[in-house]
């Protein structure tokens, strides 16, 4: 009963008539645990008398009419099933039997595969349809149908109890022998003819005999992703005529598909993804129907022939090794595309740009030219998401993931391309990510048209630019500051030597105060700057006054650094300076020549403070964090810092801290990396940035 109540509410026991019923609802479960939590988990919501005496009833009715124990079980569960009431919910809960016991399914790819099945038609946009798919997931989860994966971000995972119960209702519509190592195709005997959807996913080295042509009139689904297959034969699809999903994702040894998938003309989605050695796509002319073409991770040295004349087409993904450049006239005829997702190959910014009913895109332009044609063409009307490559090579294949309406991306990536040249016009609405990387003649931020249009950027990558020696220039008669920035990185930039350049007229300044530069990335969250060789300090203190907001600081590699927040002479002996208020990250790694983090008299409080990462800064003096106190005056560890990171032992040894005790206080929250360690730690932070 207490497991009952914990997930239906104590409420229901306050009315005795009502406790009476809850009480037999309880008995019909038979002590089983997943009906207790699953019927609660349905009736949780409900309050009427009337509704909790038909579920009983409804409940009685179940298991009085079977004897077999299996119906038994089943029975109570499947009342959660009928109480979802809507056909598309409880179809879209059974979809999720086609996938192995106790696999991890994410929502993103679920959702993608209701879309396809038709379980989310009636919504017209893909960016509705996701929505609503979750909407469904929830309804699942709250009523105990599905559960959370845990450690997954973003999964769920069907009980292998509910996975049979699903199997049960479902009969011989679907046969299921996915994740069970299957090296032979089902034979004749386990065919029937009513089966609508078949799913052998995850068996890894399947062979179909070349006399094997299966007659299932009425299939809808057939599943053989990840089967190992390396060879279909023509007489295979022979005898389904009504084939909508046909899913051959992940059999890299497959390199060509037999001519007769060019007869299956009710094929709505084709799922070709991570067929690794596939090289031939059979003509696509009579599949007219196709509204999903999936191509991602191929070797195909040619788009497929007729692809142009797919008119209901409203998803197509592509990726090949072989593939450099979309043919010119292809996305003019596939007009209706809502997501294009295009890695390693080119396309032409005129025919992207006039695909008006995209949603999400991913894909590369080969200059700054074609990028301007994109934008002009477009009028200003872009995706909800999108993710533009300009110049350098096209996008590598780690972007393949399904939309995720849930992540909106707006980001351009400019590789070795004339950036200089994009006036603001150009400026995708709603930008949030820049990066620019390999682009020699770039000199900073506020130098290039398209930064001052930029109001919504959040993030802003920069990476092997030779010509870059500053971020952002003052002294630029037309200087925009960066206030909207929450995250900076800057790596491999050899001959940067300060992030912001305040000016000649500041630095010659000879009286006694300075006057306090104009506050710059006022927004700023984190910062990481790695393999600068030439940058001796990061900030002056003056302007970490303007910087309230930033929480991570990460600079590694960086041979040169000297200081990390540096302070003019006349500053020094004016009493207590804190800075960075919310810091919760300090990373400093590598940096052979830094003699300070902060001057004296400048101190940085921990009460924020999560981690602090010390690595290969030998010359380092002290550490100039400011520990809370306790009552007695006396520092004490913070509370947010589970341990400090340190090496080698002898710096921490000699290291000072301004506050008394404080090592003594810190020391049982020390990690000290020993050399192998240390080396380790450093290469995945290598790797990682």
């Given amino acids: 009963m207490n497991l009952f109540l914990d997930h239906v509410g104590r409420r229901v026991v306050q009315d005795q008539n009502l406790k009476d019923i809850v009480d037999k609802i309880v008995e019909k479960c038979g002590g089983l645990p997943l009906s207790i939590v699953t019927i609660a988990g349905t009736m949780k919501e409900v309050d009427d008398f009337c509704e909790w005496k038909n579920a009983l009833i409804e409940l009685e009715e179940r298991v009085e009419s079977v004897k077999e124990l299996d119906i038994e079980v089943y029975e109570p569960l499947k009342f959660s099933y009928d109480h979802l009431r809507d056909p598309k919910i409880q179809n879209c809960f059974l979809y999720c039997s086609l996938y192995p016991e106790d696999f991890i399914i994410t929502k993103v790819e679920l959702i993608e595969n209701w879309i396809d099945e038709g379980l989310l038609d009636g919504l017209q946009t893909k960016e509705a349809m996701h929505p609503r798919g979750y909407s469904i997931l929830n309804k699942l989860e709250n009523n105990c149908l599905l559960e959370r994966a845990e450690d997954f971000i973003d999964g769920v995972k069907m009980h292998d109890v ?107 989605a084709l799922i070709l993804s991570d067929c690794e050695q596939l090289k031939y796509v059979p003509s696509l002319v009579e599949l007219t129907a196709l509204r999903k073409l999936n191509l991602w991770r191929t070797r195909i040295e040619e788009v497929p022939h007729g692809i142009e004349m797919l008119e209901n087409l409203r998803d197509l993904r592509m990726m090949s090794w072989d593939l450099e450049e979309l043919p010119v006239g292809i996305l003019r005829r596939i007009c209706h595309l809502q997501c294009l997702t295009i890695g390693m190959t080119f396309v032409k910014g005129e025919e992207a740009g006039q695909l008006r009913k995209l949603e999400w895109v991913l894909c ?124 900076l990185g800057l790596f491999l930039l050899p001959n940067l030597r300060e992030v912001v350049r305040v000016g000649v007229a500041v630095e010659i300044e000879s009286t006694s105060h300075a006057p306090t530069p104009p506050a710059i990335f006022s927004s700023l969250k984190k910062l990481q700057i790695s393999g600068c060789s030439k940058i001796k300090k990061l900030f002056p203190v003056e302007q970490l006054q303007g910087l309230p907001n930033v929480e991570n600081i990460d600079v590694s590699y960086c041979d040169k650094m000297e200081e990390i927040i540096a302070s003019e002479e006349n500053h020094k002996g004016e009493g207590t300076t804190f800075i960075l208020p919310k810091l919760k990250s300090l990373l400093l790694i590598n940096l052979p020549n830094l003699k300070s983090i902060c001057s004296g008299g400048v101190m940085i409080p921990a009460n924020s403070l999560h981690h602090l990462y010390i690595v290969g800064c030998p010359e380092v003096k002290r550490i100039p964090l400011s520990l809370p106190l306790v009552e007695n005056g006396k520092p004490s560890p913070s509370p947010s810092l589970p341990k400090m990171t340190v090496s080698p032992r002898e710096w921490w040894e000699s290291v000072e801290w301004d506050q008394p005790d404080a090592k003594e206080v810190l020391s049982p929250f020390v990690w000290l990396l020993g050399d192998y360690g240390r080396k380790a730690a450093l290469l995945n932070l290598e790797i990682n940035s």
């Fill in 162 to 268: 509910l996975r049979d119960m699903a199997l049960y209702i479902k009969g011989q519509q679907f046969m299921v022998k996915a994740g069970m190592q299957l090296k032979e195709f089902p034979s004749e005997q386990e065919w029937t003819v009513n089966v609508e959807k078949v799913s052998l996913m995850q068996t890894f080295k399947l062979e179909i005999p070349p006399h094997i042509s299966p007659r299932w009139p009425h299939l809808s689904t057939l599943i053989l992703k990840h089967c190992g297959l390396e060879r279909i034969s023509e007489s295979f699809f022979k005898h389904m005529p009504g084939l909508k999903v046909l899913n051959l994702s992940d059999n890299s040894s497959l390199e060509y598909l037999p001519n007769s998938i060019s007869n299956l003309k009710t094929l709505n």
């Fill in 364 to 487: 590369s332009f080969r200059n700054v030219q074609e990028f301007k044609k994109y934008a002009e063409c477009t009028q200003g009307k872009y995706p909800t998401s999108f993710f533009f490559r300009v110049g350098g090579t096209p996008m590598l294949g780690n972007f393949g993931h399904p939309p995720n309406f849930k992540k909106i991306e707006k980001e351009v990536i400019f590789t070795d391309s004339e950036i200089e040249r994009c006036d603001d016009r150009v400026v995708p609405h709603g930008l949030q990510t820049l990066t620019i990387e390999n682009c020699d003649d770039f000199k900073c931020l506020n130098n290039i048209p398209l930064f001052r249009k930029a109001t919504d950027l959040k993030e802003c990558r920069i990476s092997v630019c030779e010509g870059m020696e500053c971020v952002v220039d003052l002294s630029l008669s037309s200087c925009d500051a960066p206030d909207n920035i929450e995250e």
